[in-house]
């Protein structure tokens, strides 16, 4: 097995300590700041040296198997909000009600697994009852900004042949926006209410909780007729764990400790398109 070790800079010295940490003999230069520590034997506690090591070098981490190709894969699954765009919408359109505060402590606390996602976004919606619908417009003009990395990361997959999906709890207004700039596959998330050119403070529909995130992602496997372990899905919140856990590679970006510990890679300083690092 193979350590892939990444950082936005890099301390050599980190980088040979965590080398004899592994036990590895080898060490290859892949590109600036990214490095290939080779024949490494994996184990939890090992993991766990690893982990503390390269998160006090402000280091990124992955073990992965020799030869692994993006190619291997046939679907990319995003959540959007604090993944793909660095901002979590809900909050920011509070912000235009004065009540971010509030709204944020819920989505905090949800991110984090404390509070069901359905009630927590049944509970931030509506506080935005009333709210001038223009009110989101200007959310996605003056203060969305697209995660560092997502354009080259998207651009590779899909040079590489696979298949996007943005599948957030956040709302239509800005996964069709981000669909359109993106040149995603699909996009699946919650519709607002408006009524007389206001918030109602209601969803319409259905919620996208995590039962239908891992739905979406297994219909859109079953669609591309791959098996879910071809995707490879980012997340960073607690509600995207169910459709993590099926994919063949998890990848946590930014992501509350909860989801760090369960996923497969976690990106805690590098871009979104560090992922790419991990294939050969």
Known sequence: MNLILQGLSVDHSAIEHIARLVNSKHITVLQDNVFRCEEVQFSESLKAEVDSACFAAQ????????GRKLSDF???AMDMDSTVITIECIDEIADMQGLK???AEITEAAMRGEIEFRESLTRRVALLKGLDASALQRVYDERLKLSPG??????????AGLKTLLVSGGFTFFTDRM???LGLDVTHSNTLEIADGKLTGRVVGGIVDADEKQRTVERMCQEIGC????????GDGANDLKMMGIAG????????PVVRAQADVALNFVGLDGILSLFE
Do not use: C, G
Request: glycine share 0%; no cysteine.
């Open 179 to 181: 669909k359109t700039r």
């Open 59 to 66: 280091l990124d981490y992955a073990f992965t198997e020799p």
């Open 150 to 159: 997502a354009e080259r990361m998207l651009a590779a997959v899909k040079a």
């Open 249 to 256: 590679m998890s990848v946590a970006f930014r992501a509350k």
């Open 101 to 103: 505060p509030q709204v």
């Open 74 to 76: 046939r679907l990319v």
């Open 227 to 234: 098996s879910p372990r071809q995707a490879i899905v980012m």
